[in-house]
Structure formats: structure tokens, C-alpha cells
Nanobody, 122 residues
Framework: QVQLVESGGGSVQAGGSLRLSCVAS????????YGWFRQAPGKEREFVALIRWHGGSPFYADSVKGRFTISRDNPKNTLYLQMNSLKPEDTAVYYCAIASQYERAERAYHTWGQGTQVTVAS
């Protein structure tokens, strides 16, 4: 059973940057897909980005394309989300998750971290 632990959240001014980390303990399937989601206050959780653990192109939500970068360090079992040019509307709890398919729908993800808060001040 893989467990996920996010870190790196915090408070920044608009235009600033943060890098989120998600450490996976345990061994996921070689075909696993790792994703980042976020949930703003009063809103549903939404997809942010995904990447295959063993290679392939990442995929981003339109709202973050060009500003966020998802990456992974396989030897360290760590997933990252580099967030640049942050906007107040990026304020949310960010979650990493694992799916068995290359899929952006939340229902495809079976393992979730506890989340890390990102707050962007205007």
C-alpha cells in the first residue's frame, strides 16, 4: 500500500513561486500515473496536472498551463509541482494522488495524500 505525503505549501504574494513535494512510500505499479489536484474553499476538487511515473508527457489543466510544471524524481520516489506566477485564484489545498490509468478524472485516483495549503495574497 503506497502512502503519499505532501509538503511545500505556504503563503506567497501574487506573482511568487512555490514548489510542492509529494513523497511516496511503498511501491506503486510501474504503470502508475501521479496527479495533482486542488480544492479551493467552497469549491469542488479540481484537476491540476498529471504525469506517468515512468515517463511520457505531462498533462495540465488550462488554468495552470505555462505556469505550473509537474515532475518526478524516481530514485527519491518524489513528485513535484513547481508553481510560478501564482495568482490569488490558485489559493487552495493541493493534493497528490495515484491512478492506474492516464486519466484526469478524480474518480480514477485511488490513493491520496493529506493535502498542503497554498495561499496567494493579492
Amino acid at each position: 500500500q503506497v502512502q503519499l505525503v505532501e509538503s511545500g505549501g505556504g503563503s506567497v504574494q501574487a506573482g511568487g513561486s512555490l514548489r510542492l513535494s509529494c513523497v511516496a512510500s511503498g511501491r506503486a505499479s510501474s504503470s502508475a500515473v501521479y496527479g495533482w489536484f486542488r480544492q479551493a474553499p467552497g469549491k469542488e476538487r479540481e484537476f491540476v496536472a498529471l504525469i506517468r511515473w515512468h515517463g511520457g508527457s505531462p498533462f495540465y489543466a488550462d488554468s495552470v498551463k505555462g505556469r505550473f510544471t509537474i515532475s518526478r524524481d524516481n530514485p527519491k520516489n518524489t513528485l513535484y509541482l513547481q508553481m510560478n506566477s501564482l495568482k490569488p485564484e490558485d489559493t487552495a489545498v493541493y493534493y497528490c494522488a495515484i491512478a492506474s490509468q492516464y486519466e484526469r478524472a478524480e474518480r480514477a485516483y485511488h490513493t491520496w495524500g493529506q493535502g498542503t495549503q497554498v495561499t496567494v495574497a493579492s
